[in-house]
């Protein structure tokens, strides 16, 4: 049998479909956060879930298809916990500190979002951008309507505004501890993690010209 179609772990049996899925979702955004896409290999992503690299196409047609899975289920996750109440900046900031507690909890996503980077190219729409569509459409939205009701008073456009939020976080992550290696500095600790909000706030809130409220006692 050629090696393309073996498996180096034991084949497991599953009862669930949808189970088995999600597990190679969930190892397939492991392999391509680390490797990226080109060197991402199916036969290593079926190994790490117990199966054969040919049940991968039970569930997604082909490399591209199961990429584009993973990126669609990173940006529901991000999407999941946004606030729907409150007012515009209270939403706008939630979502923010969200954004940030989501990627702590999830490192693979600001590696994928820093390789998606460094391969974008001008007037290509990638599969990281039709998936990251639906909640930069979204912020834009809250922008827009906390312009109409006076709550923000924006001194640069959404695009410019959201880049610097997502790159600010992704660097946090996926760029400090090489910054910084010369000094003891876990940017996952619960610390670093509030000093990062606080930061991400205090340039939001200029950035957007949201008016500083009364501290409560």
Not at 59 to 85: I, Q, T
Not at 118 to 136: K, M, W
Not at 194 to 216: C, H, N
């Amino acid at each position: 049998m050629s090696s393309e179609f073996s498996a180096t772990r034991p084949v497991r049996r599953r009862s669930s479909g949808q189970q088995t899925r999600a597990e190679i979702l969930a190892a397939a955004e492991r392999h391509f956060a680390e490797r990226g896409f080109e060197a991402a290999r199916l036969e290593d992503i079926a190994a790490d879930v117990g199966i054969r690299r040919a049940a991968i196409f039970y569930y997604f047609g082909d490399k591209h298809e199961l990429y584009a899975a993973v990126l669609d289920e990173v940006f529901a996750g991000a999407l999941a916990a946004v606030p729907r109440d409150g007012t515009v900046v209270e939403r706008l900031e939630a979502s923010l500190t969200g954004w940030i507690d989501y990627v702590a909890r999830r490192p693979t996503v600001a590696r994928l979002i820093l390789r998606e980077a460094a391969s974008a190219q001008p007037d290509v729409v990638s599969p990281f951008v039709r998936a990251g569509s639906t909640p930069v459409a979204w912020l834009r939205a809250m922008i827009d309507e906390g312009v109409a009701s006076g709550e923000l008073k924006p001194l640069t456009d959404p695009h410019r505004f959201i880049s610097l939020m997502g790159a600010t976080t992704v660097f946090h992550f996926a760029a400090m501890p090489w910054l910084t290696h010369d000094v003891p500095f876990d940017p996952w600790s619960r610390t670093e993690v509030e000093k990062l909000k606080r930061e991400i706030l205090l340039v939001a809130r200029s950035m957007l010209g949201i008016e500083s409220r009364p501290r409560t006692r």
